[in-house]
T-cell receptor
C-alpha cells in the first residue's frame, strides 16, 4: 500500500522556470491538498480539492496552479518560479474533506524540497 | 476565523521525564483539534484528534491531550519521554463556519521541536 506518493524528492530551479510537482494517492481519498512548510511558520495551505474536477484556493495560492482530473492525482504547477517559492512542499489526502462534524486524518507524502535560485 | 498558537518553539527533556507541549487555539465555533508529529525528512503523521466526544484524548505512542474549552487549550503530554519521541510536533485546528460546518481548511501551528536527551 503506497499511500501518498510525491515526486520528485528534490528539485532545483532557476528563477522563471516552470515545473510540476506530482502527487498520487491510492486510497481512493476524496480530499487532496498541497501545503508548503517554511521554518517557524508551520504548514500553509496552497490549494485543495474535495473531488475530481473541484479545486479551491488556500491561504497562499499565488504563483501556483492545480487541477484534479482524476481521484488519484493532484499535481501542483509552478508557472514562473521565484526565490520566495523555495520551500518544502507536502501533499496530503484524506477520506473526506475536513469538517467540524467529522475529520478523517490527513495522510501526508514525504515531501518535495524545492530550491529556486 | 481560527488560529493556533504553539507556545514553545523548542522543548528539551531528559529521557524518562514527562513531556508537555502547549497549544492554544482560537475558533468562532466548536473546533476539531489534532496533534501531528513529523520526524526528520518525513511527512506528518497523526498522533491524536479531538472531535467533541471525550475531552481527554489518547493517541499513539503513549501521548494524550486534554481539551479545555475554558482555557482554549489542547496541550499534548506524555508521562515518560523516549529517545524516539524526538521530532517536531504540530497542533492543528479545523473550525466550523456560521453554518456549523467547516470545509476544506485546516490551520497549523508553527510547530514545537522536541529534543530528548539521554
Amino acid at each position: 500500500n503506497a499511500g501518498v506518493t510525491q515526486t520528485p524528492k528534490f528539485q532545483v530551479l532557476k528563477t522563471g522556470q516552470s515545473m510540476t510537482l506530482q502527487c498520487a494517492q491510492d486510497m481512493n481519498h476524496e480530499y487532496m491538498s498541497w501545503y508548503r512548510q517554511d521554518p517557524g511558520m508551520g504548514l500553509r495551505l496552497i490549494h485543495y480539492s474535495v473531488g475530481a474536477g473541484i479545486t479551491d484556493q488556500g491561504e497562499v495560492p499565488n504563483g501556483y496552479n492545480v487541477s484534479r482530473s482524476t481521484t488519484e492525482d493532484f499535481p501542483l504547477r509552478l508557472l514562473s518560479a521565484a526565490p520566495s517559492q523555495t520551500s518544502v512542499y507536502f501533499c496530503a489526502s484524506s477520506y473526506s474533506a475536513p469538517r467540524s462534524s467529522y475529520n478523517s486524518p490527513l495522510h501526508f507524502g514525504n515531501g518535495t524540497r524545492l530550491t529556486v535560485t | 476565523a481560527q488560529s493556533v498558537t504553539q507556545l514553545d518553539s523548542h522543548v528539551s527533556v531528559s529521557e524518562g521525564t514527562p513531556v508537555l507541549l502547549r497549544c492554544n487555539y482560537s475558533s468562532s465555533y466548536s473546533p476539531s483539534l489534532f496533534w501531528y508529529v513529523q520526524h526528520p525528512n518525513k511527512g506528518l503523521q497523526l498522533l491524536l484528534k479531538y472531535t467533541s466526544a471525550a475531552t481527554l484524548v489518547k493517541g499513539i505512542n503513549g501521548f494524550e491531550a486534554e481539551f479545555k474549552k475554558s482555557e482554549t487549550s489542547f496541550h499534548l503530554t506524555k508521562p515518560s519521554a523516549h529517545m524516539s519521541d524526538a521530532a517536531e510536533y504540530f497542533c492543528v485546528v479545523s473550525g466550523a463556519n456560521a453554518g456549523g460546518t467547516s470545509y476544506g481548511k485546516l490551520t497549523f501551528g508553527q510547530g514545537t521541536i522536541l529534543t530528548v536527551h539521554p
